[in-house]
């Protein structure tokens, strides 16, 4: 499995770190990285590519109370330049 980061931003970075950090299924495994302001940085241990594995997470997240509440962004390392 390689590994990839993934950036997530919402104004509420730590109900991400309480999801993510040890979250494990199929398809990922995350760790949190860091937080600086409203970003959070997460190792992602997959096969997907970071696109497939940041959408993966989007989705996870989305169908959490919180993730349908939230205004967030799950993208790929270098998405946001």
Do not use: N, R
């Amino acid at each position: 499995m390689a590994k990839c980061k993934i950036l997530m931003q919402t104004a509420q970075v730590q109900k991400f770190v309480d999801f993510f950090d040890g979250y494990e299924d199929d398809k990922v495994k995350c760790k949190f990285i860091k937080k600086v302001g409203i970003k959070g940085e997460f190792e992602v241990e997959t096969e997907l590519t970071p696109e497939e594995a940041a959408a993966h997470c989007k989705a996870l997240f989305k169908k959490t109370p919180d993730g349908a509440a939230l205004y967030f962004s799950i993208q790929p390392d270098g998405f946001f330049g």
